[in-house]
C-alpha cells in the first residue's frame, strides 16, 4: 500500500506579487516523492480534472450566481491564453504558476509552487482573493466550506 501524505495548511502572507490587493488567502502543502514534477505538472494535476461532484457543484454555482452577473469558470477561457482546466495561466516558471481572472465581485488567483526539499518535491497551492464590492464580500464566506472541500480534493490528485 502507499503511502499517502495529507495536505497541511499553511499561513500565506499577504500581500503577495500574484495579486498584491488581495484580502483573502489560503494555502496548503503537500509533500510528495517525486523529484521531477514541475509547477506546470502539479497544476494540471491538481486543476486538471475535477471530480465529478465537483462540476457538479460548480454547475449549481454559476446557475445561482448568473443572475447577479457573475460569470461561470468557463466564461473566463480566452483563447490566446494557456489553459488549465478552466483557468487561464497568467504566469509560469518551473517553480511556480499563477492561474486566474478577474471578474466584477473578485479578483481570482491560484498559486502552484514546487520546492525542492531533502529529494522530495514541497507543493504548495495558494488561493488569493481580492473581494471588489458588497457582493464579493458576502459571496466569499459562503463558499468558503466548498472551497476548502474542492481544494483538499484536488490537492490529493497529486498522490496519485
Known sequence: MR?????TKVHPRLPHPALAEADWADCYQLRIKNPDLTA????RLVLGHF????RV???IRNTIVAPFGIKSSAAHSPTEMEMVGVFPVVSQSVHQVVLGFDDRHLDFRAVID???DGGEKLVGVMTLVRRKNLFGKLYLPAI??????ITLALINNLNR
Open 3 to 7: 503511502d499517502l501524505q495529507k495536505p
Open 40 to 43: 506546470m505538472d502539479a497544476a
Open 51 to 54: 471530480p465529478r461532484w465537483v
Open 57 to 59: 457543484l460548480m454547475a
Open 114 to 116: 514546487v520546492r525542492n
Open 144 to 149: 468558503i466550506p466548498f472551497h476548502k472541500l
